[in-house]
């Protein structure tokens, strides 16, 4: 597939391990890490080496309904929301504070989350506790090599600023009990603190059922507008997204971008008794809509014209769908960026889910590392052939309801075996071998 023959941009973004603790159904702190392991030895493809370290290119997850997996995808959504609306907070506005409610003591407990990742070349730890008033506690370190340097921490007594986060000093008492030290120091200039503001801000969370995962109005990211623009303006995507609508084979031959005024947005405003200027500014705004291009036949089978039609209405869901993850799926691989999708394969074939994966896990149609977590009840896609071990996890919950978080790399039978590389993924998984998976019952 012919995706960079337009201009790419280096890397920028890559994230090696994510925790979350007291978030809705998880309770006790979980990991998800997408450090290659050792011990696979299959698809080598699928990973590639950063300064020394083996990181995989996708994960899948699995597991029953209600078993977590859409829940380990809004803990990456409610992290980013937390550190990027934290500046805008008023003092005493509550915390979005979600904690895991089936025990009796998570109420009183913060809600935990940390992040490991790489933001322009260098590798850091942060992460925060917080309940519904405030932040509990907070830390930044940067890892060099084996070594983790402290850079600030913060804890019920105040915060401590390291020489190596000069940015920070002076700054520990103008931050609230509510707001996010890093925020606030990006906020005021910080270098480095704005670099991880920025990576927060460049990952992208979708939902495979609404082109859209958003957490807040505030940072609401229509991701078929984005697709639609793209395509509009010829932007870098383009070129690869036609591409893929030609490979896919959706049935028709061209597209048309259409622009319209956003009636809905000017009705909104009006409702709302807006200010004149923002209602005028509305009126301006224009939304694009896409028609696609097909052939029209006689009763022979030959092309005696072409029709144009609205593709909302007229065609099918997944190929909307396909439509409108165009530009998160080629922003991702174009700059090196990480794509999160919870229910990817809804709504589409296998075979186009499966096409969008390989899209990530080839170093020909990935060379700037881009990364795929998303999850999945495709059993089609359970195979040594697509996914390595390391890179297919579970999500199940235990006897109390919290959820658990495994990857088949290490899940070790009874006999105290692990799973073969050779072996049937899909046949097992649904025997219940590998657990995760829907108890039903004849009552």
Known sequence: MRIFAEKSQKRRI???????????SFHEKKTISFEASRGVSELKGNYFTFQKQSLLRSIVIYGANSSGKSNLVKAFSEMRFCVLISVKLNDNDPLSFN???LAEDSVF????????????MRTFRYGFEYHLKGIINEWLFEIKRTKEIALFIRTKEGIG????FAEGK??????NDNRLFISLVAQLGGDISKKILKWFSDFSVLSGFDNNFSRSLVFEIDYKQLSLEMLNEKSNGYIAALNLFKDLKLGFTDIEIIESDDKNLNKFLSLLNAKPDMIEAAKKKKRLYLNTVHHKYDKNGEIIDIISWDSDRFESEGTKKVIAF??????????GKILIIDELDTKLHPLITMHIIELFNNPETNPNNAQLLFTTHDTNLLSTDIFRRDQIWFAEKDSVEQTDLYSLDDFV??????????????????????????YITNC
């Not at 890559?14 to 809705?24: K, Y």
């Not at 165009?326 to 700059?335: D, E, G, Q, T, V």
């Open 161 to 164: 600023v390291s020489d190596n």
């Open 99 to 101: 904690p895991f409610l």
């Open 326 to 335: 165009s530009w998160p799926i080629f922003n991702a691989l174009l700059h």
């Open 413 to 438: 039978f009874a006999d105290g075996t692990k799973v073969r590389k050779d072996a049937n993924l899909e046949k097992n998984y649904i025997a219940g071998r590998y657990g995760a998976i829907p």
């Open 14 to 24: 890559m994230i090696i391990e994510f925790t979350v603790g007291n978030f809705r």
């Open 170 to 175: 002076g700054k520990e008492g103008a931050t």
């Open 109 to 120: 407990n913060p809600t935990y989350f940390e992040v490991i990742f790489i933001s322009e």
